[in-house]
């Protein structure tokens, strides 16, 4: 179910990068997909009730919300640059 859900959240994101116009627009876009990858993740880190989970996709995923989240501090202050008229 989780696995499913991180495919729907995917699927948004590629949709709505697709269809909208707008550079902000687009980065949700982004980061929703990315959050949809990061469910994926951990759904296949799932080994059952019994057993421990995979640490390693766990390490993925937290290493890619350090970097999906410094990447948009980025992105945001480009396109602010980008749209600011020119002195």
């Not at 057993?51 to 410094?70: F, K, N, Q, R």
């Amino acid at each position: 179910m989780y696995g499913l859900g991180g495919i729907l959240l995917f699927l948004l994101g590629v949709w709505s990068f697709l269809v909208h116009d707008g550079l902000l627009r687009k980065l949700i876009a982004i980061n929703v997909t990315g959050a949809g990858v990061f469910h994926v993740f951990i759904a296949v880190a799932y080994r059952g009730l019994d057993a421990a989970p995979d640490p390693v996709p766990h390490a993925l995923v937290l290493t890619g919300i350090v970097v999906a989240v410094s990447a948009t501090a980025l992105a945001l202050t480009l396109g602010q640059r980008l749209e600011r008229p020119d002195d």
